[in-house]
């Protein structure tokens, strides 16, 4: 489906949009209530009123992708941080965008928090019978 590196950055509009509109139309959106510039690289997310459409916005290089999805029944999730925050966009990543798309709600949905092992290196030395350390090698 739609595959993005980490640098990019997702931005959803909190508001509902009329997704009649096209390029132009979520640029301008993007440009002007948004307020952000949509020539970054980033996606920007926008929703109809009644929540079973969604359309993303990405340039890339030398143009514009626009992808389109229509549910044929539900709706997609409310993401919570759109509720509990002021501004015109809310930030998300790119598991909390595949998730929505997917049709989890991020509501209920619990994420496990994972820590990095500390990294060691191993002694690149060992002892012969005098005791020195010796490199192996």
């Given at each position: 489906?739609?595959?993005l590196?980490g640098?990019?950055?997702?931005?959803?509009?909190?508001?509902?949009v009329?997704?009649?509109?096209?390029?132009?139309?979520?640029?301008?959106?993007?440009?002007?209530?948004?307020?952000?510039d949509?020539?970054t690289?980033?996606?920007?997310?926008?929703?109809?009123?009644?929540?079973d459409r969604i359309k993303l916005l990405?340039?890339?290089?030398n143009?514009?992708?626009?992808?389109y999805?229509?549910?044929?029944?539900?709706?997609?999730a409310?993401?919570?941080?759109?509720a509990e925050?002021?501004?015109a966009?809310?930030?998300i990543d790119a598991r909390q965008l595949?998730?929505?798309l997917?049709g989890v709600?991020?509501?209920?949905l619990r994420?496990?928090?994972?820590?990095?092992r500390e990294?060691?290196?191993?002694?690149?030395?060992?002892r012969?019978?005098?005791g020195e350390p010796k490199?192996i090698g």
């Amino acid at each position: 489906m739609l595959s993005l590196p980490g640098s990019v950055r997702i931005f959803v509009a909190r508001k509902p949009v009329d997704l009649r509109k096209a390029f132009d139309g979520l640029c301008a959106i993007t440009r002007d209530a948004l307020q952000l510039d949509p020539f970054t690289g980033h996606v920007f997310v926008f929703f109809n009123r009644c929540r079973d459409r969604i359309k993303l916005l990405l340039w890339e290089r030398n143009g514009f992708w626009l992808f389109y999805k229509r549910l044929e029944r539900g709706t997609f999730a409310v993401l919570s941080d759109i509720a509990e925050r002021d501004g015109a966009h809310v930030e998300i990543d790119a598991r909390q965008l595949r998730l929505l798309l997917d049709g989890v709600d991020l509501k209920k949905l619990r994420f496990r928090k994972h820590f990095a092992r500390e990294i060691r290196l191993e002694d690149r030395t060992r002892r012969d019978g005098s005791g020195e350390p010796k490199a192996i090698g």
